[in-house]
C-alpha cells in the first residue's frame, strides 16, 4: 500500500511539472483604420508567443487561432487558422517572439472603423483564452499635408517652384508627429494609392473632421527638398535577375513574373543600380525578408548588405546576393509551403551637400518545399584588378564560389570581372 502511494505522488508532482498555459500579448490587427474589406480579401493581424506548445511536451502540436469582429458568435467569425496542423513546426518559443498572420475574409464584409472590436479566440490542449483589439483613434495624430507630386521628381519641383497645391487633412496613428517641412510618400486612404505630399502642420490630439484615419504603414519614405544648384543623387533598381543554382534565370524584373524560391536551392540576386542624378556617395543597399509588402525596418528579417563607394552620374553598378532557402525558413525567418512573402531592397546613399536619400523597391516570391531540379553548374573565370590595373585575382570558380572567393581580398577598391560582367566593389 505504501508502494502506491509513492506512486500515485509522483505522477502528481510529474502532471504539474508540465501544467500549460496559452501565453500570447500585445494582440493587434496590422491593418489601417477607415478600411474595408470584402470577401476573399485578406487580413492580417499579429501578437508575441512564449511558451512550449510541442507535441513531445503536452501530447498536442496545433493551436487554433479564431478571429471574430465585434463579439464571439458564428455570425461575427472572420475566419480561423489551425496552426501546425501538420506538425510541420516545433512550437517553442524560450522568449516572446512576433507572428505576423493573415486570413482570408470569409461571407463577410469588414470597416476598420476606429472603436471596432476584434477578438481572437486561441485554443490549444484542451484551454481557450480570449484577447481583444480596438481599432485605431487612441494614438492618432492630426496632420495637414499639402500635396506635391506623383513622383520625387514632380514634388521636388513642386515644392522649389512654391507652387499652391492643395492641402488635406488626415489623422496618423504613429507615436510620433511627422516633421514639418518634410515630404513624405503616404497613401492617405483615398483609394488613390501612394502620392508626394509635404507635412506644413501637425498636433497631438486627432480631428474628427479629418477626411480619413491611417495607420503608420501608410508612411513610406521622407526626404527634405534641396532648392540650391546642388544635383541630388537619384539611384533606383533598373533591373533584378535570380539565377537558380548559378544557371537558370527565374526571375527578370522586365517580364513583370512571380519566382518560385525552392527548398534545398541556391539562388543569385543580381541587381542593377543606376544614378539618374548627381554623385550618389556610400551606397548601402540592404535585403530584407518580410510577410507583407510594407517595409518595416524593425521588424523585418534583415538577409544581408551590399555596399559600393559610389555611383557617378548617369552611371550603374551591379550588385549581389545570395539567399539559400532551408526547409521551412529563409534565413531566421519562417515559411509555409506555396505561401506568398516579399523581398524589400532599402537602398540609402549620400548626396554631394551630405544630405541622405532613401529608395525602395520589392519582389514578391511564392516558397515552395519542393526541390527544384538543380541545373548542372559550370564554372567561369574570376578576375580582379586595382584601379591601376594590376590582376589581383584569376580564378576559375562556380557562381555560388564567387562571392565566398571576393570576401578573401584584402580592403581597397576592385574591379571585378565574371561571366561576362563587370562591377566595382569596395573592401572595407
Same mark, same amino acid.
Given at each position: 500500500?505504501?508502494?502506491?502511494?509513492?506512486?500515485?505522488?509522483?505522477?502528481?508532482?510529474?502532471?504539474?511539472?508540465?501544467?500549460?498555459?496559452?501565453?500570447?500579448?500585445?494582440?493587434?490587427?496590422?491593418?489601417?483604420?477607415?478600411?474595408?474589406?470584402?470577401?476573399?480579401?485578406?487580413?492580417?493581424?499579429?501578437?508575441?508567443?512564449?511558451?512550449?506548445?510541442?507535441?513531445?511536451?503536452?501530447?498536442?502540436?496545433?493551436?487554433?487561432?479564431?478571429?471574430?469582429?465585434?463579439?464571439?458568435?458564428?455570425?461575427?467569425?472572420?475566419?480561423?487558422?489551425?496552426?501546425?496542423?501538420?506538425?510541420?513546426?516545433?512550437?517553442?518559443?524560450?522568449?516572446?517572439?512576433?507572428?505576423?498572420?493573415?486570413?482570408?475574409?470569409?461571407?463577410?464584409?469588414?470597416?476598420?472603423?476606429?472603436?471596432?472590436?476584434?477578438?481572437?479566440?486561441?485554443?490549444?490542449?484542451?484551454?481557450?483564452?480570449?484577447?481583444?483589439?480596438?481599432?485605431?483613434?487612441?494614438?492618432?495624430?492630426?496632420?495637414?499635408?499639402?500635396?506635391?507630386?506623383?513622383?520625387?521628381?514632380?514634388? @521636388? *519641383?513642386?515644392?522649389?517652384? =512654391?507652387? #499652391?497645391?492643395?492641402?488635406?487633412?488626415? %489623422?496618423? &496613428?504613429?507615436?510620433?508627429? /511627422?516633421?514639418?517641412?518634410?515630404?513624405?510618400?503616404?497613401?492617405?486612404?483615398?483609394?488613390?494609392?501612394?502620392?508626394?505630399?509635404?507635412?506644413?502642420?501637425?498636433?497631438?490630439?486627432?480631428?474628427?473632421?479629418?477626411?480619413?484615419?491611417?495607420?503608420?504603414?501608410?508612411?513610406?519614405?521622407?526626404?527634405?527638398?534641396?532648392?540650391?544648384?546642388?544635383?541630388?543623387?537619384?539611384?533606383?533598381?533598373? @533591373? *533584378?535577375?535570380?539565377?537558380? =543554382?548559378? #544557371?537558370?534565370?527565374?526571375?527578370?524584373? %522586365?517580364? &513583370?513574373?512571380?519566382?518560385? /524560391?525552392?527548398?534545398?536551392?541556391?539562388?543569385?540576386?543580381?541587381?542593377?543600380?543606376?544614378?539618374?542624378?548627381?554623385?550618389?556617395?556610400?551606397?548601402?543597399?540592404?535585403?530584407?525578408?518580410?510577410?507583407?509588402?510594407?517595409?518595416?525596418?524593425?521588424?523585418?528579417?534583415?538577409?544581408?548588405?551590399?555596399?559600393?563607394?559610389?555611383?557617378?552620374?548617369?552611371?550603374?553598378?551591379?550588385?549581389?546576393?545570395?539567399?539559400?532557402?532551408?526547409?521551412?525558413?529563409?534565413?531566421?525567418?519562417?515559411?509555409? %509551403?506555396?505561401?506568398?512573402?516579399?523581398?524589400?531592397?532599402?537602398?540609402?546613399?549620400?548626396?554631394?551637400?551630405?544630405?541622405?536619400?532613401?529608395?525602395?523597391?520589392?519582389?514578391?516570391?511564392?516558397?515552395?518545399?519542393?526541390?527544384?531540379?538543380?541545373?548542372?553548374?559550370?564554372?567561369?573565370?574570376?578576375?580582379?584588378?586595382?584601379?591601376?590595373?594590376?590582376?589581383?585575382?584569376?580564378?576559375?570558380?562556380?557562381?555560388?564560389?564567387?562571392?565566398?572567393?571576393?570576401?578573401?581580398?584584402?580592403?581597397?577598391?576592385?574591379?571585378?570581372?565574371?561571366?561576362?560582367?563587370?562591377?566595382?566593389?569596395?573592401?572595407?
Amino acid at each position: 500500500m505504501k508502494k502506491i502511494t509513492l506512486l500515485l505522488s509522483f505522477l502528481f508532482i510529474v502532471s504539474i511539472g508540465f501544467a500549460q498555459t496559452i501565453d500570447i500579448r500585445n494582440f493587434k490587427i496590422d491593418e489601417s483604420s477607415n478600411k474595408t474589406f470584402t470577401m476573399g480579401d485578406r487580413f492580417h493581424y499579429s501578437f508575441e508567443i512564449k511558451g512550449d506548445y510541442t507535441y513531445k511536451t503536452h501530447g498536442y502540436r496545433q493551436i487554433d487561432l479564431i478571429l471574430y469582429e465585434g463579439s464571439v458568435s458564428s455570425s461575427n467569425e472572420i475566419n480561423r487558422i489551425y496552426w501546425n496542423r501538420e506538425g510541420d513546426y516545433q512550437l517553442k518559443f524560450d522568449d516572446y517572439t512576433k507572428k505576423e498572420m493573415w486570413v482570408t475574409i470569409y461571407n463577410r464584409n469588414i470597416t476598420t472603423i476606429p472603436g471596432t472590436k476584434f477578438i481572437l479566440v486561441v485554443k490549444y490542449a484542451g484551454l481557450t483564452t480570449q484577447y481583444v483589439y480596438t481599432m485605431g483613434g487612441e494614438n492618432a495624430k492630426y496632420h495637414t499635408i499639402k500635396y506635391r507630386g506623383k513622383t520625387k521628381d514632380e514634388a @521636388n *519641383l513642386s515644392k522649389c517652384n =512654391n507652387d #499652391s497645391e492643395n492641402s488635406v487633412g488626415v %489623422n496618423i &496613428n504613429i507615436s510620433q508627429k /511627422l516633421t514639418i517641412g518634410k515630404i513624405y510618400n503616404i497613401d492617405r486612404g483615398s483609394g488613390i494609392g501612394y502620392r508626394y505630399y509635404e507635412v506644413t502642420s501637425a498636433q497631438d490630439t486627432p480631428q474628427t473632421s479629418a477626411p480619413t484615419t491611417i495607420g503608420a504603414n501608410n508612411v513610406g519614405t521622407s526626404f527634405y527638398v534641396d532648392c540650391s544648384d546642388v544635383e541630388l543623387a537619384d539611384i533606383e533598381i533598373t @533591373n *533584378l535577375r535570380i539565377l537558380r =543554382n548559378g #544557371s537558370s534565370e527565374i526571375f527578370n524584373s %522586365n517580364t &513583370n513574373s512571380t519566382p518560385t /524560391l525552392s527548398y534545398n536551392n541556391s539562388y543569385e540576386f543580381i541587381y542593377t543600380l543606376k544614378n539618374n542624378g548627381g554623385d550618389a556617395i556610400d551606397v548601402t543597399l540592404s535585403k530584407f525578408f518580410s510577410y507583407n509588402s510594407s517595409f518595416d525596418r524593425y521588424n523585418d528579417y534583415f538577409i544581408a548588405d551590399d555596399e559600393i563607394s559610389s555611383i557617378l552620374p548617369g552611371g550603374e553598378a551591379t550588385l549581389r546576393t545570395y539567399v539559400n532557402p532551408d526547409y521551412g525558413y529563409i534565413g531566421n525567418a519562417s515559411v509555409s %509551403n506555396n505561401q506568398g512573402y516579399y523581398f524589400i531592397f532599402s537602398i540609402v546613399y549620400k548626396n554631394e551637400d551630405n544630405s541622405q536619400s532613401e529608395y525602395e523597391n520589392r519582389v514578391g516570391f511564392i516558397y515552395s518545399t519542393n526541390t527544384a531540379s538543380k541545373s548542372i553548374l559550370t564554372s567561369y573565370k574570376l578576375q580582379g584588378f586595382d584601379f591601376s590595373g594590376n590582376e589581383v585575382l584569376s580564378k576559375e570558380v562556380m557562381s555560388k564560389e564567387e562571392e565566398q572567393v571576393i570576401q578573401s581580398l584584402p580592403k581597397g577598391n576592385y574591379i571585378i570581372k565574371a561571366n561576362d560582367e563587370t562591377y566595382k566593389i569596395k573592401k572595407d
